[in-house]
């Protein structure tokens, strides 16, 4: 059964600097990766997908790698903002059913 | 920009009432998924639609919970009855359903509050 592991928790930065957040997972056999974003009370936005073939995505100021041999996921944000402030849940998607699994999130507060 | 819609928001009930929340998904979605989300936790998968056929509802609590969707198009997840336990945010989401894996869009979800 997959397990989804982020650390940390929550995590609270000063505007602009650079951060990472982690993500680990125990089956390799992954279609592919997501990272979300979830703001409180709201749905999830999908920020990046990777392919299982790939080792990097990027979107403007968002970086996610993935190495799927060692089960483990990065999401980088440069210069962070305080419109970054969410909750970030990365997902692996089963391989067979495409399923995603969660993991339980990385609260992020930037502080102006 | 298409997105997917769930009707109600919010929803307050008593125990052992039924509920029901409704999905549309965005047009051409294959795919269609529920999720359970407990505060504080990621969200677990439900039931998983390819076109109106479900392909996986291991984790759906089936004494209770049923889901449909007739036509392939939008979906219907029901409690009857409700239980105190069952309060959550419950997500839909959708994706084009290509083998290989797709971007997975989300609703806002139906915050289920069960008093």
């Known amino acids: 059964k997959q397990e989804v592991t982020q650390i940390p928790a929550a995590l609270s930065v000063p505007e602009g600097e650079n951060l990472v957040l982690n993500c680990s997972f125990t089956d390799s056999a992954i279609y592919n990766l997501q990272w979300f974003r979830q703001d409180p009370g709201k749905g999830l936005t999908s920020l990046l997908l990777?392919?299982?073939?790939?080792r990097e995505q990027t979107s403007g100021r968002l970086n996610a790698s993935l190495d799927k041999s060692s089960g483990r996921s990065t999401l980088y944000i440069a210069a962070s903002q305080p419109g970054d402030s969410a909750t970030y849940l990365c997902a692996p998607a089963q391989g067979g059913s495409e399923k995603l699994v969660f993991g339980k999130g990385t609260k992020l507060t930037v502080n102006p | 920009e298409a997105e997917v819609a769930q009707s109600p928001r919010y929803k307050i009930t008593e125990k052992s009432q039924a509920v029901a929340f409704w999905c549309d998904p965005i047009?051409?979605?294959?795919?269609l998924y529920w999720y359970r989300q407990i505060l504080g936790q990621g969200p677990e998968l439900l039931v998983q639609f390819q076109d109106e056929s479900v392909v996986d509802d291991s984790q759906l609590p089936k004494d209770r919970f049923s889901a449909e969707r007739l036509k392939g198009v939008d979906s219907t997840l029901k409690i009857q009855p409700a239980e105190l336990g069952d309060s959550a945010m419950y997500l839909c989401?959708?994706?084009?359903?290509?083998?290989?894996?797709?971007?997975?869009?989300f609703g806002a979800g139906t915050r289920l509050s069960v008093l």
């Open positions: 990777i392919q299982s073939s790939q």
């Open positions: 989401a959708s994706s084009l359903g290509r083998r290989g894996g797709d971007i997975q869009y």
């Open positions: 047009s051409g979605h294959a795919t």
